[in-house]
C-alpha cells in the first residue's frame, strides 16, 4: 500500500473558496482504474471552515459491469461533522457507475450515475435516512463553469418526526438550482459551494 497527505498546515489557509486546515491521508492499493484497488481515505485533525471532519471513506474499484463501464463502491464509516451547533453523523453506501469519459485522462468528459443510501443523525440528534430514488448523474465537465457538479436525478431524505423531502436535480444543467419538494410543495433552492 501507498500513502499520499495532503497537509494544509495546523492554521487556516483558503482553498477553493474554504478555509482548511490538518491533514487528509489517502492510502491505496493501487490505481484507481485498477480492478480491485482500494482508496481509503481518513483525516487528521482536518477542519473546513472551522468544522472538524473525521471518518472513513473506502472507494473500491469492482471492475466492470455488464455495461462494460467501471463502477466502484463507496462505503463512508463513522463520519462526523462537528461544529459550533453541534455533530453531524452519517454512514453511507454507494455505487457510482463511470458511464462516460473512461478511456481519457481529461476530467472534463468524465460523467457518472451515483446510486445508494445513507443514514445518520443531524446536530440536534435527529435520526436521518437518504435513499437515491433516480440516479445522480454527476459531470466533472461542469466543474468549469459551476462548484455544482450533479446536473439530474433525484433523492429523498427522511428526517425522524418531519415529512420527507424530494431533491431534485432535473435541469440537467451546471448550474446549483434544485427542487426541493415537501408534502407536495415544491421549494426552488440554490444550493451553494
Known amino acids: 500500500d501507498d500513502t499520499l497527505t495532503i497537509d494544509f498546515g495546523s492554521t487556516n489557509c483558503l482553498h477553493n473558496g474554504k478555509l482548511r486546515k490538518g491533514k487528509i491521508n489517502i492510502t491505496y492499493t493501487g490505481n484507481y482504474r485498477d480492478s480491485l484497488s482500494v482508496i481509503t481515505t481518513t483525516f487528521d485533525n482536518y477542519y473546513v ?7 472513513e471513506r473506502v472507494v473500491t474499484n469492482q471492475g466492470r459491469n455488464n455495461s462494460g463501464n467501471m463502477w466502484f463502491t463507496i462505503e463512508v464509516n463513522n463520519a462526523n461533522i462537528t461544529t459550533t451547533n453541534g455533530t453531524i453523523n452519517w ?5 457510482r457507475e463511470w458511464v462516460n469519459g473512461q478511456n481519457t485522462y481529461n476530467i472534463d468528459d468524465d460523467r457518472y450515475q ?23 448523474n454527476v459531470d466533472l465537465g461542469c466543474l468549469s463553469s459551476s462548484s455544482c457538479i450533479i446536473k439530474s436525478g433525484t433523492a429523498k431524505i427522511s428526517p425522524s418526526g418531519y415529512p ?19 408534502n407536495g410543495t415544491t421549494y426552488p433552492l440554490v444550493i451553494g459551494n
Open 114 to 136: 451515483i446510486t445508494g443510501s445513507a443514514n445518520g443523525n443531524g446536530v440536534n440528534g435527529n435520526a436521518f435516512t437518504m435513499t437515491i430514488l433516480d440516479p445522480l
Open 49 to 55: 471552515n472551522n468544522n472538524l471532519i473525521q471518518g
Open 164 to 182: 420527507d423531502r424530494i431533491i431534485n436535480y432535473g435541469d440537467s444543467l451546471c448550474d446549483c438550482n434544485v427542487d426541493v419538494i415537501i
Open 91 to 95: 454512514e453511507s453506501n454507494r455505487i
